[in-house]
């Protein structure tokens, strides 16, 4: 006789209810070692960018016998004159850019241009490199020519890949957007209180230094023509390029990029960075305050650094400030400037 009790196969509601938490806590587990991962890969992404801009910025020396001027600037006496540059436009003087010398016959009074403007050659992009028209005044002369066409130009290589904002930024509402770009060059330790003329001597007032970024004693400046034997400090100690966040000066007022409160979100008037704070010391996105000009990064405890070397390191952000300062000049005499260097 057959059994009256039949149990029906299949998990009960309780049975389910648990594996549904083992699933869960499973996940939970593993979803922060997944992001790790991710970040950890964008890291060596991150530092792969600034490695290729920094051995274009070494080819460029080898080939002209300089590094790429930081800045070109129109100047009359000591006084620079000119608007603010952005990696592809606000034209570079031609004879500069392929000679590695100041212009001397150019009419160059408000010509500007950076030094990532000058290494396109050397890190593949000639074709851009040919398009650009470096006797034009850039975007203030041509805002729909190829020099903006080319500023508004998303270039992987210049981006970290942790750093999600890919649009294009506005510093002022009468120039054209531009890309913004997270690679800047080392200008030095200096402030204000310490910029001089490029014969040495020191800057009086704050008229008398409007660009705050003419600096002697790192590897870029305005109208900079640093050699590889100018860096007595040593080319394995010394910092060529670092990565900062491409966003903007944020006063407290206000986060929300616009040019009434800050210089706008990130293509920002020089692509400089200065090593007197440690790495991601003013790291707030919040409306408070935030300085482009330097060393920040999207990678939680410190930020890459290439070196004169073409080396890339990660420096964290709790070494000695003035070990970080030593590591910024190119000729300050330091004998401490490695032990910054953790990775």
Same mark, same amino acid.
């Given at each position: 006789?057959?059994?009256?009790?039949?149990?029906?196969? =299949?998990?009960?509601?309780?049975?389910?209810?648990?594996?549904?938490?083992?699933?869960?806590?499973?996940?939970?587990?593993?979803?922060?070692?997944?992001?790790?991962?991710?970040?950890?890969?964008?890291?060596?992404?991150?530092?792969? $960018?600034?490695?290729?801009?920094?051995?274009?910025?070494?080819?460029? &020396?080898?080939?002209?016998?300089?590094?790429?001027?930081? &800045?070109?600037?129109?100047?009359?006496? /000591?006084?620079?004159? #000119? =608007?603010?540059?952005?990696?592809? =436009?606000? %034209?570079?003087?031609?004879?500069?850019?392929?000679?590695? !010398? !100041?212009?001397?016959?150019?009419?160059?009074?408000?010509?500007? %241009?950076?030094?990532?403007?000058?290494?396109?050659?050397?890190?593949?992009?000639?074709?851009?490199?040919?398009?650009?028209?470096?006797?034009?005044?850039?975007?203030?002369?041509?805002?729909?020519?190829?020099?903006?066409?080319?500023? !508004?130009?998303?270039?992987?290589?210049?981006?970290?890949?942790?750093?999600?904002?890919? %649009?294009?930024?506005?510093?002022?509402? +009468?120039?054209?957007?531009?890309?913004?770009?997270?690679?800047?060059? +080392?200008? %030095?330790?200096?402030?204000?209180?310490?910029?001089?003329?490029?014969?040495?001597?020191?800057?009086?007032?704050?008229?008398?230094?409007?660009?705050?970024? /003419?600096?002697?004693? #790192?590897?870029?400046? $305005?109208?900079?023509?640093?050699?590889?034997?100018?860096?007595?400090?040593?080319? +394995?100690?010394?910092?060529?390029?670092?990565?900062?966040? =491409?966003?903007?000066?944020?006063?407290?007022?206000?986060?929300?990029?616009?040019?009434?409160? +800050?210089? #706008?979100?990130?293509?920002?008037?020089?692509?400089?960075?200065?090593?007197?704070?440690?790495? /991601?010391?003013?790291?707030?996105?919040? *409306?408070?305050?935030?300085?482009?000009?330097?060393?920040?990064?999207?990678?939680?405890?410190?930020?890459?650094?290439?070196?004169?070397? *073409?080396?890339?390191?990660?420096?964290?952000?709790?070494?000695?400030?003035?070990?970080?300062?030593?590591?910024?000049?190119? $000729? *300050?005499?330091?004998?401490?400037?490695?032990?910054?260097?953790?990775?």
């Amino acid at each position: 006789m057959r059994s009256a009790h039949w149990r029906k196969e =299949g998990f009960t509601l309780v049975e389910l209810l648990v594996v549904i938490a083992i699933i869960g806590i499973l996940i939970a587990l593993l979803l922060p070692a997944v992001q790790a991962a991710r970040e950890a890969a964008r890291r060596v992404h991150c530092s792969n $960018n600034l490695k290729q801009l920094a051995v274009g910025c070494i080819n460029y &020396e080898s080939a002209n016998g300089q590094f790429p001027p930081g &800045e070109i600037h129109g100047h009359v006496g /000591n006084v620079a004159v #000119g =608007g603010y540059s952005a990696y592809a =436009g606000y %034209g570079y003087c031609r004879s500069a850019v392929e000679s590695g !010398q !100041q212009p001397n016959h150019c009419e160059w009074a408000g010509q500007i %241009g950076i030094w990532m403007n000058a290494i396109f050659p050397q890190i593949e992009l000639q074709a851009d490199y040919d398009r650009l028209d470096f006797e034009a005044r850039g975007q203030y002369a041509d805002p729909t020519g190829a020099n903006t066409e080319i500023s !508004q130009k998303y270039y992987a290589g210049f981006k970290c890949p942790s750093d999600t904002f890919t %649009g294009l930024v506005q510093w002022v509402s +009468s120039l054209p957007p531009s890309q913004s770009v997270n690679y800047f060059a +080392s200008a %030095g330790d200096n402030e204000w209180s310490t910029l001089r003329h490029r014969d040495g001597t020191r800057y009086t007032t704050t008229q008398d230094a409007p660009n705050h970024a /003419n600096a002697t004693n #790192g590897v870029f400046y $305005n109208d900079s023509t640093t050699r590889l034997s100018d860096i007595t400090d040593g080319a +394995s100690s010394t910092a060529l390029l670092t990565e900062t966040w =491409g966003r903007a000066y944020q006063f407290p007022t206000s986060d929300d990029g616009t040019a009434s409160d +800050s210089y #706008g979100h990130g293509m920002i008037c020089h692509m400089y960075a200065y090593f007197d704070w440690t790495p /991601n010391s003013f790291r707030n996105f919040s *409306g408070g305050y935030m300085h482009p000009w330097r060393i920040n990064s999207f990678h939680s405890g410190g930020a890459h650094v290439a070196l004169c070397d *073409g080396s890339v390191h990660f420096v964290s952000e709790f070494v000695d400030r003035d070990v970080f300062k030593a590591l910024g000049t190119i $000729n *300050g005499g330091e004998t401490y400037a490695s032990q910054a260097l953790t990775e």
